[in-house]
T-cell receptor, first 113, second 109 residues
Framework: KAGVTQTPRYLIKTRGQQVTLSCSPI?????VSWYQQTPGQGLQFLFE???????NKGNFPGRFSGRQFSNSRSEMNVSTLELGDSALYLC????????????FGSGTRLTVV | GIQVEQSPPDLILQEGANSTLRCNFS?????LQWFHQNPWGQLINLFY???GTKQNGRLSATTVATERYSLLYISSSQTTDSGVYFC???????????FGKGNQVVVIP
């Protein structure tokens, strides 16, 4: 079966712009989580969506937001981009939101210039 | 939140050698997973192992939940084992994972 699909794979944006990243989970998976990976901070949890509701949120400013649609696809949005937002953004899906069966996508590499 | 420490941070192995990676965590968890990040950035799930021992080919993992640590064993290492290995844990009632900083493994032929 198809894995977790993230689009786009690469993105270059200018400071002050906004960006939307997309994540399509494995069919049947209802939980989608987002992570930011940077060389300095490592992998950090952004938020988790389950059945269209945000269930957990990490310690990121309000410029980072997300949503989940009825087909479980999720998007995350970053507004007013800063240079420090340059990172690999990874999403993971799991069947029931228990963390078991976490499967990650290939990520979106965002560069802010 | 839960703190996760991995050791050693960097490891260079000769092909064919065995190695042990360690993950210590600061609190009780109901979810512990090991991942391998390939050179393209994708995280591959190796084990879901909140307790006990599992084996998959040349890889095996053991978690001693009462002592708050987990070990990942790589036997007869191959160059394809190179990459970063992450330990990630989830605490009770919370479905998010806290990651360690990883073990960078380089296997040389």
């Amino acid at each position: 079966k198809a894995g977790v699909t993230q689009t786009p794979r690469y993105l270059i944006k200018t400071r002050g712009q906004q960006v939307t990243l997309s994540c399509s989970p494995i069919s049947g998976h209802r939980s989608v989580s987002w992570y930011q990976q940077t060389p300095g901070q490592g992998l950090q949890f952004l938020f988790e969506y389950f059945s269209e509701t945000q269930r957990n949120k990490g310690n990121f400013p309000g410029r980072f937001s997300g949503r989940q649609f009825s087909n479980s696809r999720s998007e995350m949005n970053v507004s007013t981009l800063e240079l420090g937002d340059s990172a690999l953004y990874l999403c993971a899906s799991s069947p029931a939101g228990s963390g078991y069966g976490y499967t990650f996508g290939s990520g979106t590499r965002l560069t802010v210039v | 939140g839960i703190q996760v420490e991995q050791s050693p941070p960097d490891l260079i192995l000769q092909e064919g050698a065995n190695s042990t990676l360690r993950c210590n965590f600061s609190d009780s968890v109901n979810n512990l997973q090991w991942f391998h990040q390939n050179p393209w950035g994708q995280l591959i799930n190796l084990f879901y192992i909140p307790s006990g021992t599992k084996q998959n080919g040349r890889l095996s993992a053991t978690t001693v939940a009462t002592e708050r640590y987990s070990l990942l064993y790589i036997s007869s290492s191959q160059t394809t084992d190179s990459g970063v290995y992450f330990c990630a844990v989830g605490d009770y009632g919370n479905n998010r994972l806290a990651f360690g900083k990883g073990n960078q493994v380089v296997v040389i032929p």
